[in-house]
């Protein structure tokens, strides 16, 4: 099995799923790995498309899905609705990682498109709020911190100028991840 096909079977299902993050580790693995463009002309299948070309060229196509802010927006769009579930069911550990997840997918895009980074500086005001309720398993001063984040969510889509970005808890449920169990501490 050649190595494009081992990184197809490896990495492909991750970066289908939406790993943005999968794809630019195998560009730079790769490129690190073999420099040199690709004899003949681009792969069609699978993962072989990120490794075909030049380095300049391989980084480009990195940078084309990685995009700007848009795409750290859409994680923390989920993780919001999710950190919004953890806190609905007292999962507190899930809460946590969800807040922790929120701060890093907005540190990336911050990354990506620093001339976002002032208006992304609002979440350090709201999320540590968040944090704190999380912290003292407070249901009801989660809620309150909670309306907080989402005011501060659409204050910072107004600054940024996309007002029509309106964010608010969610209603239904769209992930499998639900209230703990009774004896989840159970072995």
């Not at 079977?9 to 630019?24: D, K, T």
């Not at 069911?89 to 976002?116: C, F, H, L, M, S």
């Not at 996309?162 to 991840?177: D, G, Q």
């Amino acid at each position: 099995m050649d190595r494009g096909e081992r990184l197809r079977r490896a990495f492909l299902p991750a970066a289908a799923a939406g790993s943005c993050l999968l794809v630019a580790l195998v560009v730079v693995s790769a490129c690190s790995r073999d420099p040199a463009p690709a004899a003949g002309p681009p792969p069609s299948e699978g993962a072989a498309w990120l490794l075909a070309g030049t380095n300049d060229e391989r980084f480009a196509r990195v940078a084309k899905h990685l995009r700007g802010f848009d795409v750290a927006m859409a994680e923390t769009g989920y993780r919001y609705g999710e950190l919004y579930w953890a806190g609905q069911d007292k999962n507190w550990d899930y809460a946590k990682y969800q807040a922790e997840k929120i701060r890093t997918a907005v540190r990336n895009g911050v990354e990506r498109r620093p001339k976002r980074a002032q208006s992304a500086q609002m979440l350090e005001v709201a999320l540590p709020g968040v944090e704190e309720a999380i912290k003292a398993k407070d249901a009801a001063l989660f809620a309150e911190r909670f309306d907080a984040l989402t005011a501060t969510c659409n204050t910072c889509h107004h600054a940024e100028r996309v007002p029509f970005v309106h964010v608010r808890p969610p209603t239904t449920r769209t992930s499998p991840v639900g209230p703990l169990p009774a004896d989840a501490g159970a072995p």
